[in-house]
């Protein structure tokens, strides 16, 4: 019976077809992840500006708390001068009083530094939640054709799985095992076309006995480096004419005739 390699031909293009359309699907899920992730950032880059903020915020409240408690001091410091009895003790206390106010001053300083960087810090926000609202737009146009490719793909590959149950009816139950067999172990591909007598998965010379049993399409044969089915492609029609065949019955070796 001769075996119709265009079938098997057929199957092994749809499967490659297959493989190739779930290596796509496959990797949806880690772009959309790390789309995702662009969005999370860009949320984490306003969310530390606001930290930010509330934090030189709550240090000037500090400041501001330390500073009335320390005018509260020079107050009562003051009212002490009334009660001095001597010179002496007015100087030191007096001399405490313009300590405790330098102080106070320092600390007013570190208000106003505090004032000045909520400004760069407001500023920081705005930038930041203007970058937000950009990214947002270019981000989610970007998951969009994302997920209109997953939709592609995914009708893409359901035509493929139905043209496959259409064209396995048509392969032997044999045939069709030592398929199936050969791409669970070669990574899915169980067909080589022969090229200028080379199989052309792993550029071994096939041998003319070889050839000349392929030519003759009566049984599948692998190829005695990689494994595969080799077949010979047939040349389009009134083009070069029929491919001439060199039969030799001496030199037929049918070792590797599955
Ligand atoms: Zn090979």
Do not use: W
């Not at 009816?169 to 200028?196: F, H, W």
């Amino acid at each position: 019976m001769e075996i119709v390699f265009e079938h098997l031909i057929k199957l092994q293009d749809i499967d490659s077809n297959i493989s190739g359309t779930s290596a796509f699907l496959d990797v949806v899920p880690a772009r959309l992840e790390a789309i995702d992730r662009q969005i999370r950032d860009t949320a984490e880059i306003v969310a530390q500006a606001k930290e930010k903020l509330v934090a030189n915020q709550k240090k000037r409240r500090d400041y501001e708390g330390e500073v009335k408690e320390i005018r509260t001091h020079i107050a009562k410091f003051k009212r002490q001068l009334n009660d001095v009895k001597t010179n002496k003790e007015y100087s030191a206390l007096q001399k405490e009083i313009e300590d405790t106010e330098l102080g106070a001053g320092r600390i007013e300083e570190e208000i106003l530094r505090e004032m000045i960087a909520a400004d760069d810090i407001e500023r920081e926000i705005k930038a930041a939640n203007a970058r937000q609202t950009e990214e947002k737009g270019r981000i989610g146009k970007e998951r969009e054709a994302i997920l209109a490719e997953q939709k592609d793909l995914e009708a893409r590959k359901a035509e493929l799985i139905k043209e496959r149950e259409a064209v396995l009816p048509e392969i032997p139950p044999d045939q069709l095992r030592i398929y199936l067999r050969i791409t669970k172990r070669l990574n899915g591909v169980a067909m080589s076309p022969v090229t200028d007598d080379f199989c052309s998965l792993c550029q071994m010379r096939v041998r003319p006995q070889v050839l000349n049993d392929l030519l003759g399409r009566n049984a599948l044969i692998t190829c005695e480096a990689c494994g595969r089915i080799l077949y010979i492609q047939r040349p389009p029609e009134n083009e070069h004419g029929p491919v001439e065949i060199v039969d030799d019955p001496d030199k037929v070796d049918d070792s590797n005739i599955l």
